[in-house]
């Protein structure tokens, strides 16, 4: 119980320095752009139902326990776990900025880029090569109904 009980504290001073660097950043904004101009920022570029998906917030199991490990089930935007080999969630994560590939880790924004080429290219030589056309004459295709 002292072990958690000096957990608490020590994350709790940690969130504490991070909400007061993130409400000046904020203030510092607010005096440079003018005053509200974050939040009608906020109120014309921010959609809560894409937020709640993405972040999965509307989840009641909001934790998972998998081989003794505790795993956070909400948020996965935020979460870097998905890049440890040792972390064993099932499948990927859509919503994360960063997506490892081939053991590099590059931005999302690059890795899709890289799966539409790939794509791309596979099906070009199954254009340029006939393969549809083969597949299609495969005796299994050609079965007349009896």
């Given amino acids: ?29 607010n005096k440079k752009m003018g005053n509200n101009s974050l939040m009608n920022l906020k109120r014309g570029y921010q959609n809560d139902n894409v937020a709640d998906i993405v972040q999965n917030s509307t989840t ?21 776990d998905h890049l440890n080999p040792d972390y064993k969630a099932s499948g990927t994560f859509m919503f994360v900025p960063v997506k490892s590939f081939f053991g590099t880790i590059i931005p999302t924004f690059w890795y899709n880029i890289i799966i539409i080429w790939v794509f791309n290219a596979i099906l070009f030589m199954a254009l340029y090569f006939d393969a549809l056309k083969r597949l299609m004459s495969i005796q299994i295709f050609n079965k007349k109904a009896a």
Avoid: A, W
């Fill in 1 to 29: 119980m002292n072990f958690i009980e000096e957990l608490t504290d020590l994350y709790q001073g940690k969130q504490n320095e991070l909400s007061r660097m993130k409400d000046q950043r904020i203030i510092d904004l």
């Fill in 60 to 80: 009641k199991k909001r934790y998972f326990v998998e081989n003794s490990m505790v795993y956070q089930n909400y948020d996965h935007v935020f979460l870097r």
